[in-house]
Structures are given as C-alpha cells and as structure tokens.
DNA sequence: TATATTTGCAACCAATTAGTTTCATTAATT
DNA sequence: AATTAATGAAACTAATTGGTTGCAAATATA
C-alpha cells in the first residue's frame, strides 16, 4: 500500500475530485454525479486521499462532506521547490546572455 | 499507456532518478548503481521519463546521458497554481484577522 | 415501526505496473 | 577479427490498481 501524496495525485479523476471540492465541501454522492462512474468507486478515491491527509471530511448526519486538506498540497509544492530553483537559475542565466548581447551591441 | 507527468512522477524510484539527473547528465548504468535494482529496471522508468518528455537522452558513443527537462517540471507548478492560490487566499484572511484583532485590542 | 437514503467496506475481476531474465544491437577494446 | 561493454527491447511474473457488485450499518422519512 503505497499511500503518498504523488501517488494520490497520479490518478487524474482524483485530480478531477480534488479540484471539484478545493472550494466547497461534497458528499460522495454529490462528486459521483461529476463522473462517469459509480458512488463506490468515487467512495474509494477518498479514501485514498483521506488515507494520504490531502481530504477530510464531516459528518452532517448520515452526509459525509469531503473538502481539500489544501495545507497537504504545500508538500508537493515543497517538493517542487528544488526544481524551481533550477529553472530559475537558467533563466536568469538566460537573462545574463541577453544583457551581454545588448551590450556588445550597444 | 496512461503517460502523463503526474503518473511519471508517482513512483519514489523515478523521483530518485530525477533528483538524480537534474544537475548532470548521466549514464544507464551510473543511475542504476545509486539504486538496489537492476539497470534494466532503471532504463524501463528512464523509457517512462523520456516518453513523457521530463527527461531527454543525448548519445557519445555507445553511452547514453539521461538529463532532466526542467522546462517540463513547470507543468506540475502551473497545476499547483490553482491550489496556490487558495492558499495563499486562506494565508491573507488569517492575516486580515489578524489585523482586525489587533485593531479591536486597541 | 417500516421504508428509503447515504455511506463504508469486503470480495472479486480485468488491466496495469514494476521488476526480472534473456536476447539482440551497437560501439569500443584487444 | 574476436571480445568486452553499454544499452534497448521483448517475454514473463508477481503485485498493485481502478473498477464493479453486493451487503451491512446508520440516519432520515413515511
């Protein structure tokens, strides 16, 4: 069972749940109605998401309501971070050789 | 053949690959001896990153050098846009209550 | 109280995945 | 020319995954 937040976000209708819940609460019933799938098979997404913190949920009597953990999408983010810092690297690299260029033009 | 960047980056071992490769080119084998798993296994994940495009291969002689396409990283950060800024959005409520309180203190 | 609704969970199935073993190709070395 | 090294690709296997069907529990409604 490998339950992390990168293999959560692989499977694109949870990418697609994720976004449909990002700005207000949902009842799996709610969100299956989104798709072309059945109430379970949206039932076990979230509990992989719940399993991986990126959702929570609320009991409203016998509704659960399932919102974004968006806290846990920092990690991804935090991951990412190495990788901006590359990229940005190369682009003030980039930066450098333009201004070189201007000014042997100049 | 679900290949796209999310699933590429779903699996740790590919992750550790990227890490990796994103300062220097390198070779099959090299990867291959920073893991416990056979170079075969590694070429099969550097095939995945090369077929979605986060990874290009360059040849010299009978060595190939893997090197990661940073420009491609960008697509998982312009994803994360959106959840950024919900959060970012949450961050300055917090803060303008902050400031509201500290207002009515006073 | 009987019935309907909302949900989670377990059992099962087909497809996919990560990995291994084996083999073919190409380039370097002897 | 023969051998060694580096690599990709195909065939196979075990584990995992996403999905379905069916059922049980809990809450609301008649």
């Known amino acids: 069972m490998r339950r992390d937040i990168f293999q959560a976000i692989a499977d694109p209708t949870r990418r697609a749940i994720i976004a449909l819940i990002a700005l ?3 009842t799996p019933n709610a969100i299956a109605d989104n798709f072309n ?3 379970q098979a ?3 997404h ?8 990126l959702v929570k949920q609320e009991q409203q009597g016998r509704e659960i309501y399932y ?3 968006i806290n846990k999408m ?9 990788y901006r810092k590359i ?13 070189t260029i201007k000014k042997t033009k100049r």
Chains 1, 2 share one sequence.
């Open 37 to 39: 799938t059945t109430r």
């Open 24 to 26: 207000q609460a949902m």
């Open 74 to 82: 920092k990690e991804i983010d935090k991951w990412l971070e190495q």
């Open 87 to 99: 990229w940005e690297n190369r682009f003030n690299q980039l930066d450098d050789l333009l201004s």
């Open 67 to 69: 919102s974004l953990e």
């Open 46 to 53: 979230l509990r992989i998401l719940t399993e991986c913190e």
């Open 42 to 44: 949206v039932s076990k």
